[in-house]
């Protein structure tokens, strides 16, 4: 799918690549942008066209949220995009070692200065910014297809996860509703859970002892999800191994099971969901359960896009195409501001300029480069690393590096802080 504007860069229907190729050799258009491929009309407005409903559709993710744009049409709905957003990581570690950095030199210079952290107050609504930057990085991306097409409805699916049903996900009726324990011991929750018999053993005609998959003393709790049965043999024979060590890894996996990911969905999907009716468009939402069993219906495969196809109860019984291309959006950033670089340590190793244009290059620019010796020969076409000396580092979407030299560079479109690639459709 190729993005269209008209002469004054409103959006326009989307159109194919070959269609926007024969635009383009017959001089009718122009290319406004690189990544997303974009066409600009020369001879055509918004007003003198007749445009279709488009629907964006979006899967929120913790990693990745997929996205898809569908086109309700006469013939049928017709899906014109594939998408994945893939979210910045590290973000929560660089904060830590800004604040280790920082309290170290404040410790050496001011080390007598009065305390501060307890002046602080968060606003209401406040997000991790891990979590605030998913959000915003999906309306980064909503707000880039919106200069591209002409949105008129949205779909997200409300994602809710229940971090005690994960925990838990036997529990049902009143315990679920009410808690837990309520109405149960320990003990005899145990016994149910785990069928009055030895967890290692499956013995049943013994007597039973509360057992922790983590012992104690290797930093294991008293949670529930933590203990189980085991009768007096193995619990000695066990001692002081988690079962994992024992010979049970499927027991200690009931140990490990990641909540991490669903408590960022729990954080964030209202305030994605409230973000996106402030743009003024329609906002359907949908849960998990009807996006999985939708997409069974269409026989699609798992992924994220197709899940995101499957959102809300506007997913018609069938869809007359899918493209064959996704584009992945990765959510690259526009540099650091950090000027004092440091080691493993912490102690300061070198220091940055606060100048970031060098030779009218800045890093994150999509730059083509032709260089005609050296190891380096040949056409190199993508993102630039700059230096101060001139020689600069392009970086293509297959990962290879080459060492150019500015004077050999072209730019092709300026770094906005988003790599955008293109990958096969499962």
């Given at each position: 799918?190729?993005?269209?504007?008209?002469?004054?860069?409103?959006?326009?229907?989307?159109?194919?690549?070959?269609?926007?190729?024969?635009?383009?050799?017959?001089?009718?258009?122009?290319?406004?942008?690189?990544?997303?491929?974009?066409?600009?009309?020369?001879?055509?407005?918004?007003?003198?066209?007749?445009?279709?409903?488009?629907?964006?559709?979006?899967?929120?993710?913790?990693?990745?949220?997929?996205?898809?744009?569908?086109?309700?049409?006469?013939?049928?709905?017709?899906?014109?995009?594939?998408?994945?957003?893939?979210?910045?990581?590290?973000?929560?570690?660089?904060?830590?070692?800004?604040?280790?950095?920082?309290?170290?030199?404040?410790?050496?210079?001011?080390?007598?200065?009065?305390?501060?952290?307890?002046?602080?107050?968060?606003?209401?609504?406040?997000?991790?910014?891990?979590?605030?930057?998913?959000?915003?990085?999906?309306?980064h991306a909503m707000a880039k297809i919106r200069q591209g097409a002409p949105v008129t409805d949205l779909s997200?699916?409300?994602?809710?996860?229940?971090?005690?049903?994960?925990?838990?996900?036997?529990?049902?009726?009143?315990?679920?509703?009410?808690?837990?324990?309520?109405?149960?011991?320990?003990?005899?929750?145990?016994?149910?859970?785990?069928?009055?018999?030895?967890?290692?053993?499956?013995?049943?005609?013994?007597?039973?002892?509360?057992?922790?998959?983590?012992?104690?003393?290797?930093?294991?709790?008293?949670?529930?999800?933590?203990?189980?049965?085991?009768?007096?043999?193995?619990?000695?024979?066990?001692?002081?191994?988690?079962?994992?060590?024992?010979?049970?890894?499927?027991?200690?996996?009931?140990?490990?099971?990641?909540?991490?990911?669903?408590?960022?969905?729990?954080?964030?999907?209202?305030?994605?969901?409230?973000?996106?009716?402030?743009?003024?468009?329609?906002?359907?939402?949908?849960?998990?359960?009807?996006?999985?069993?939708?997409?069974?219906?269409?026989?699609?495969?798992?992924?994220?896009?197709?899940?995101?196809?499957?959102?809300?109860?506007?997913?018609?019984?069938?869809?007359?195409?899918?493209?064959?291309?996704?584009?992945?959006?990765?959510?690259?950033?526009?540099?650091?501001?950090?000027?004092?670089?440091?080691?493993?340590?912490?102690?300061?190793?070198?220091?940055?300029?606060?100048?970031?244009?060098?030779?009218?290059?800045?890093?994150?620019?999509?730059?083509?480069?032709?260089?005609?010796?050296?190891?380096?020969?040949?056409?190199?076409?993508?993102?630039?690393?700059?230096?101060?000396?001139?020689?600069?580092?392009?970086?293509?979407?297959?990962?290879?590096?080459?060492?150019?030299?500015?004077?050999?560079?072209?730019?092709?479109?300026?770094?906005?802080?988003?790599?955008?690639?293109?990958?096969?459709?499962?």
């Amino acid at each position: 799918m190729v993005f269209v504007l008209d002469r004054q860069k409103n959006p326009l229907m989307p159109c194919t690549e070959k269609r926007a190729r024969q635009l383009l050799e017959r001089g009718r258009a122009m290319v406004h942008k690189i990544a997303p491929f974009t066409i600009r009309l020369k001879d055509r407005t918004a007003a003198e066209s007749v445009l279709q409903p488009l629907r964006v559709k979006f899967d929120p993710g913790s990693k990745t949220t997929g996205m898809a744009i569908v086109l309700k049409g006469a013939k049928g709905s017709k899906v014109v995009f594939f998408g994945e957003i893939v979210h910045k990581a590290g973000i929560k570690a660089k904060l830590d070692a800004r604040r280790a950095l920082r309290r170290g030199r404040r410790y050496r210079k001011t080390r007598y200065r009065q305390a501060r952290f307890q002046n602080r107050k968060r606003k209401e609504g406040w997000l991790p910014p891990s979590l605030e930057a998913r959000v915003d990085q999906t309306l980064h991306a909503m707000a880039k297809i919106r200069q591209g097409a002409p949105v008129t409805d949205l779909s997200v699916e409300h994602v809710r996860f229940d971090t005690q049903k994960l925990d838990n996900p036997e529990i049902s009726g009143v315990a679920y509703q009410q808690g837990t324990l309520l109405g149960y011991e320990v003990r005899e929750y145990l016994l149910e859970k785990w069928g009055r018999a030895c967890v290692y053993c499956g013995a049943t005609d013994v007597p039973l002892e509360v057992e922790h998959i983590v012992p104690k003393s290797r930093g294991g709790t008293d949670r529930v999800s933590n203990l189980a049965l085991a009768c007096h043999a193995c619990n000695q024979t066990k001692g002081s191994r988690t079962a994992d060590e024992f010979g049970f890894p499927d027991i200690q996996m009931q140990a490990r099971k990641p909540l991490r990911d669903a408590a960022m969905m729990n954080a964030t999907r209202w305030r994605l969901y409230e973000q996106l009716q402030a743009t003024g468009l329609p906002v359907e939402g949908g849960s998990g359960g009807r996006t999985k069993k939708q997409r069974l219906h269409q026989g699609l495969p798992k992924a994220h896009y197709y899940d995101a196809l499957c959102v809300g109860a506007s997913t018609p019984d069938r869809f007359t195409s899918l493209p064959a291309y996704v584009q992945i959006w990765t959510a690259k950033g526009r540099g650091t501001r950090q000027l004092c670089g440091a080691n493993a340590y912490g102690f300061p190793i070198r220091h940055r300029s606060r100048q970031k244009v060098h030779f009218g290059f800045q890093t994150g620019d999509w730059v083509r480069a032709e260089r005609k010796t050296g190891k380096f020969a040949g056409t190199w076409v993508g993102r630039v690393t700059v230096r101060a000396r001139g020689s600069f580092v392009v970086t293509t979407v297959d990962g290879n590096r080459a060492e150019i030299f500015h004077t050999v560079c072209r730019i092709l479109q300026r770094g906005n802080g988003w790599q955008i690639t293109q990958k096969l459709a499962s």
